[in-house]
């Protein structure tokens, strides 16, 4: 199972062809994506067509969901922040810190395209689903 990051569902969805687009089409069909409630969020909320949104919604939420946040949660993501930021490391978004903690608390790999998980992958153990070569 790997949990996938909005960048790389931003690009499938647009047709964009990479390393990243495949394995996401490879592990639908393969039944091995989950999605978070962050993510689906952050999927739905850049929809503009209704039409869209509905399909896109209801093809969301036949794969394997999880809550990604609570109080345990917090101070996880507050505590890997802060690990980050002591090695003058700064995370530019909230979401971000939230999907990568998940991920490493859950040992969930994660597919993404966005340059912000690399730090976690380096200092604190997210597996990245893809690896560059």
């Excluded at 999880?66 to 909230?94: P, Q, S, W």
Aim: contains cysteine.
């Amino acid at each position: 199972m790997i949990l996938v990051d909005t960048s790389v569902w931003v690009d499938y969805f647009n047709g964009a062809e990479s390393p990243q687009t495949d394995l996401l089409d490879s592990s639908i069909v393969e039944g091995s994506v989950a999605i978070g409630d962050l993510i689906f969020l952050e999927i739905l909320q850049g929809i503009r067509s209704d039409k869209e949104y509905r399909q896109t919604k209801q093809s969301l939420l036949t794969l394997d969901q999880h809550e990604m946040f609570g109080r345990k949660m917090a101070g996880k993501c507050a505590d890997n922040y802060r690990a980050l930021r002591k090695k003058g490391i700064a995370i530019r978004k909230t979401a971000d810190i939230i999907i990568a903690t998940f991920c490493i608390e859950n040992d969930l790999p994660l597919l993404f395209l966005d340059r912000d998980f690399i730090p976690f992958v380096e200092h604190l153990g997210l597996e990245p689903a893809l690896r560059e070569t």
